[in-house]
C-alpha cells in the first residue's frame, strides 16, 4: 500500500524522531535524524542536504579536482532530499526507529542530480515502464568476516578498532568467522534483514574461512537495489554488536577467490508480469542452441549487454582493489563472454530446460560487493535497453561446456579482456563517444568518472607493504 504525507501522522504517531538517509556515489548511506515534527513538515517537498556530498570521497576528503554538483563556485549550496515514503521501514536494532531513504534533487530543475543513485536508476526504470515494461533483480553477496584479537591473543567478543589494529598488523593476521562459533551474528543478520525489509533468499559460507553469502529477496529493481545497499547497513551494525568487522571488498585476502555481488535481471510485462525474456515456443533456428528459449527481446537485451560492457566497468568495478579479483583462475569472469548457465562467463544466461520459464534471466557475474547497486543495476538495465532500442544482434558465441574465458580450445581468446585496472577501465568509460556516455550522458559520466580520477590518484601516491618489502634492503 503507497504511503502518503497525509498517513504520516498516524504512521509516525508514537515517536519523536526519523532517521533518513540518501546513498552517495560509493554506495554510503548519509543521513540523519530528524525530530518527527521536522520531518513531517519536510516529508512532501523535502529539505536541504549539503552538496559536498557529492564532492568527497568515501572518507570525507574532497576530490582534488572539484566536479560540477558540489563547487565552492555555487557555495557548496544544498541540493533537496526528496523522502521516498514507500521506503519506510524500522529499524529492530535501533528501538525501531522509523527509517526512509531520500532521492537528491537539484533546487532548480528540480530532477534528481545525476549522480544520485536513486535518481539515475529511477529514471531509467521510468523510460522501461513507458515501453510496457518492468525490471526485476536479485542481487548475491559474498563477503569475509574478521574479528580484531583482544590484547591477550584471542578473540573476544568486545568491539575493538580494526583500523588501529592494521595500523600495527598485517591484514593477514586477522582472524577469519564461521557461523558455527558467531551463531548469535549469523541467525542476527537474517533475522534482523527479515524485520528490515531487505529478506534474504538463502545464507550460508561460500569460498574461504570466514566467508558468508547472501541471496537477496528477487523483486522490482528499484526496491531491490534499496534492499542491497541496506542489507550491508545490516551487516555492518550487527556486525559491531558483536565485535566483528564484515568486509565487503572485492579481494581482501591475496591467494583466495574475491567477493562478487552478482546481480540477477529479467523484464516482465507492465500489467501481466509475464517474463518478456522466455520464448514461448522453443526456436529450431537459434544461432545458437544456447538461444532456444530465450525471446527476440531478450536476445537484442544480451547484445547490449555485451557491446556495452567494456565501457561501464567503473560503475560494475569501482575501486582499485576491484581489479585484484578480476584475474583469471579465481572464479571470476574477465572477458566479455555469455553462456547457458555458465559459471565461467561474465553473462550467464538462466532459461528452459534448467529453469522454469518463468525464472528466465541474466546473472551479471562481474561486479564485486564493492559495486554500488544502484550504479550496477542501472547499467545493466541502460545496455539492456540501448540493445532492444537498436535492435543489436549477439556478436560473439557462447561459450562451450567446460571452457573457461582465458582462451577456447584452439587457443583463440574467448572474447574481448575486460579492463586489467581501474584507470583503464576508466578512461574507457570516460572516452568520447563511449556507450557509457550515450546512455547515461555526459553530466553524469563527466562526474563518476572524476570520482575515479580521485581514487586512481590516491593510489599512484601510495607506498604500499609489497612495495617495502620487496625493495627495502634489494634495490
Not at 525530530?35 to 568527497?56: H, I, M, P, Q, Y
Not at 536479485?138 to 563477503?143: I, M, N, S
Not at 522453443?282 to 547484445?303: E, I, K, M, T
Request: hydrophobic letters at 40%; charged letters at 25%; glycine letters at 8%.
Amino acid at each position: 500500500m503507497s504511503i502518503t504525507a497525509a498517513k504520516l501522522p498516524q504512521l509516525l504517531q508514537d515517536d519523536t524522531k526519523v532517521k533518513v538517509a540518501g546513498i552517495d556515489v560509493d554506495g554510503v548511506l548519509r543521513g540523519k535524524v530528524m525530530a518527527k515534527d521536522k520531518f513531517l513538515s519536510v516529508a512532501k517537498e523535502g529539505f536541504g542536504f549539503c552538496s559536498v556530498l557529492f564532492g568527497w570521497d568515501m572518507h570525507d576528503q574532497t576530490y582534488f579536482k572539484e566536479l560540477k554538483i558540489s563547487t565552492a563556485e555555487t557555495g557548496y549550496r544544498d541540493l533537496i532530499a526528496v523522502p521516498d515514503l514507500n521506503s519506510f521501514r524500522r529499524i529492530p536494532w535501533e528501538n525501531d526507529v522509523p527509517f526512509f531513504l531520500v532521492t537528491f534533487h537539484d533546487p532548480d530543475s528540480k530532477k534528481p542530480v545525476s549522480a544520485c543513485p536513486r535518481g539515475l536508476l529511477e529514471t531509467l526504470v521510468t523510460k522501461l515502464g513507458k515501453d510496457g515494461m518492468r525490471a526485476l533483480a536479485g542481487a548475491e553477496y559474498e563477503f569475509f568476516q574478521f574479528r580484531v584479537p583482544s590484547t591477550d591473543g584471542t578473540t573476544g567478543s568486545q568491539p575493538q578498532s580494526i583500523a588501529k589494529f592494521l595500523q600495527e598488523n598485517s591484514v593477514n593476521t586477522l582472524p577469519s568467522l564461521t557461523e558455527v562459533l558467531n551463531q548469535d551474528y549469523y541467525y542476527g543478520v537474517y533475522d534482523a534483514c527479515v524485520s528490515f525489509d531487505c529478506k534474504i533468499e538463502g545464507w550460508h559460507t561460500e569460498t574461504g574461512p570466514g566467508v558468508f553469502e547472501a541471496a537477496l529477496e528477487y523483486g522490482e529493481i528499484g526496491p531491490m537495489a534499496d534492499k542491497a545497499s541496506l542489507f550491508k547497513y545490516v551487516v555492518k551494525s550487527l556486525g559491531s554488536k558483536h565485535g566483528i568487522t564484515p568486509c565487503f571488498m572485492a579481494k581482501p585476502r591475496e591467494g583466495l577467490p574475491g567477493c562478487s555481488g552478482h546481480m540477477h535481471v529479467s523484464l516482465v510485462d507492465q500489467d501481466t508480469g509475464k517474463n518478456l525474456l522466455h520464448r514461448s515456443t522453443p526456436d529450431p533456428d537459434a544461432p545458437y542452441p544456447d538461444l532456444v528459449h530465450l525471446s527476440d527481446l531478450g536476445r537484442h537485451f544480451l547484445a547490449g549487454l555485451l557491446a556495452g560492457l567494456p565501457d561501464i566497468m567503473p560503475l560494475l568495478a569501482p575501486t582499485i582493489n576491484s581489479y585484484k579479483r578480476l584475474v583469471e583462475n579465481f572464479w571470476a569472469p574477465v572477458t566479455v563472454s555469455w553462456g547457458l548457465e555458465h559459471r565461467s562467463a561474465s553473462i550467464r544466461l538462466i532459461a528452459p530446460p534448467t529453469a522454469p520459464a518463468k525464472a528466465t534471466r541474466f546473472e551479471i557475474r562481474v561486479p564485486g560487493a564493492d559495486a554500488n547497486p544502484h550504479y550496477a543495476l542501472a547499467a545493466i538495465l541502460a545496455l539492456g535497453y540501448r540493445g532492444i532500442e537498436e535492435k543489436l544482434e549477439i556478436s560473439i558465441p557462447p561459450l562451450g561446456k567446460g571452457e573457461d574465458t582465458s582462451e577456447r580450445g584452439s587457443g583463440v581468446p574467448s572474447g574481448q579482456r575486460l579492463a586489467r585496472s581501474l584507470k583503464e577501465a576508466n578512461e574507457r568509460f570516460a572516452a568520447e563517444g563511449s556507450v557509457a556516455r550515450e546512455v547515461f550522458g555526459d553530466d553524469f559520466v563527466d562526474h563518476f568518472a572524476g570520482t575515479r580520477e580521485h581514487e586512481i590518484r590516491l593510489w599512484d601516491v601510495a607506498v604500499t607493504d609489497w612495495e617495502v618489502k620487496r625493495y627495502i634492503e634489494t634495490v
